[in-house]
Nanobody
Framework: VQLQASGGGLVQAGGSLRLSCTAS????????MGWYRQAPGKMREFIAH???????NYAASVKDRFTISRDDAKNTVYLQMNSLKPEDTAVYFC?????????????WGQGTLVTVSS
């Protein structure tokens, strides 16, 4: 599975951005799609994921501000980010979990930079 992320950019604090990530390849076997981020000098951290049944999970730091969704017809996962804060500045990576036969695999997108100015 290959992933192509887009939608990052520069925004002022309090603003919004929507990230998109489109999957290609063996898309039938994807069971979860999600987003992570990595700020300068910090480890990559979980932001949100959405399972094939629609169940979502969020990190406490973004809950009530970010919304993850997916369009299976377009093989795309979205991250709507509202009320952005300077501490949200990071490279955002999409991630999918999928199966090759019975073997679980994971794939990462290339990352898209989000910069929030104060």
């Amino acid at each position: 599975v290959q992933l192509q992320a887009s939608g990052g950019g520069l925004v002022q604090a309090g603003g919004s951005l929507r990230l998109s990530c489109t999957a290609s390849g063996d898309i039938v076997s994807i069971h979860v799609m999600g987003w992570y981020r990595q700020a300068p000098g910090k480890m990559r951290e979980f932001i949100a994921h959405i399972r094939s049944g629609g169940t979502t999970n969020y990190a406490a730091s973004v809950k009530d501000r970010f919304t993850i969704s997916r369009d299976d017809a377009k093989n795309t996962v979205y991250l709507q980010m509202n009320s952005l804060k300077p501490e949200d500045t990071a490279v955002y990576f999409c991630n999918v979990g999928y199966y090759v036969g019975v073997d679980p695999r994971t794939s990462w997108g290339q990352g898209t930079l989000v910069t929030v100015s104060s």
